[in-house]
């Protein structure tokens, strides 16, 4: 069972490149989330998904956008990267409402 | 609002229980859980209580909430090192907080031999 896949699982970028991150579940999940973590901050919100097509803001979500086309999937996306984007970012997904969240193993984005 | 907050740091010796605190701010969530990450992993969920409850009780882990004060904790008796992690409280937000999923700044417990 892959549950959440995370890719990339590392990158390094440039101020200003553009890269995606790609979140993959195979458990049929509705919620889908975008979670960055920093030393002291705990897991901050980016933006959620609560079924195909539809995307809403997080705590977090300025510098961020996110797609999601297809219900397994979902896109985080950096138009142009700044150092204070350098962060581990989880994806996570929930079959309902109030059930349990499954993260993926997360990805190290590193922006110089 | 929605915001959750944790201390930070937690020591203990081995054996000894630990308690892991963490308030919120937003009435409206309808399951508050714990959740465990070890290093270089994702969250795992540890365990859960519904919002009409006042403790929970699995195995080792004890859950008491205190929907008045808004404060949730976590005890974990015969502390071992495995225990060794960080521990994140969640609220789940229903309908009116848009079904948003928050957490807390994590408390990084250091078990000592």
């Known amino acids: 069972n892959a549950g959440v896949t995370q890719t990339p699982k590392f990158r390094v970028l440039k101020t200003g490149q553009s890269m995606t991150l790609l979140c993959a579940q195979d458990?049929?999940?509705?919620?889908m989330y975008w979670y960055r973590q920093d030393p002291g901050m705990g897991l901050r919100l980016i933006h959620y998904?609560?079924?195909?097509?539809?995307?809403a803001k997080g705590e977090v979500p300025d510098g961020y956008n996110v797609s999601r086309l297809k219900k397994q999937n979902f896109l985080l996306g950096l138009e142009s990267a700044a150092p204070s984007q350098t962060s581990v970012y989880f994806c996570?997904?929930?079959?309902?409402?109030?059930?349990?969240?499954?993260f993926g193993e997360g990805s190290r984005l590193t922006v110089l | 609002g929605e915001d959750v907050e944790q201390s930070l740091f937690l020591s203990v010796r081995e054996g000894d229980s630990s308690v892991i605190n963490c308030t919120y701010t937003?009435?409206?969530?309808?399951?508050l859980y714990w959740y465990k990450q070890e290093p270089g992993a994702g969250l795992q969920l540890l365990t859960y209580?519904?919002?009409?409850?006042d403790m929970k009780q699995d195995q080792r882990l004890t859950v008491l909430l205190n929907k008045k004060d808004k404060h949730l904790s976590l005890r974990i008796a015969d502390t071992q090192t495995g225990d060794s992690a960080i521990y994140f409280c969640?609220?789940?937000?229903?309908?009116?907080?848009?079904?948003?999923?928050?957490f807390g700044t994590g408390t990084r417990l250091k078990v000592l031999a």
């Open positions: 996570a997904s929930r079959m309902s409402s109030a059930g349990e969240l499954f």
């Open positions: 458990m049929n999940h509705e919620y």
């Open positions: 998904s609560v079924g195909e097509g539809t995307t």
């Open positions: 937003d009435s409206s969530s309808t399951y």
């Open positions: 209580i519904f919002s009409n409850m």
């Open positions: 969640a609220e789940s937000l229903g309908p009116s907080g848009t079904y948003k999923y928050i």
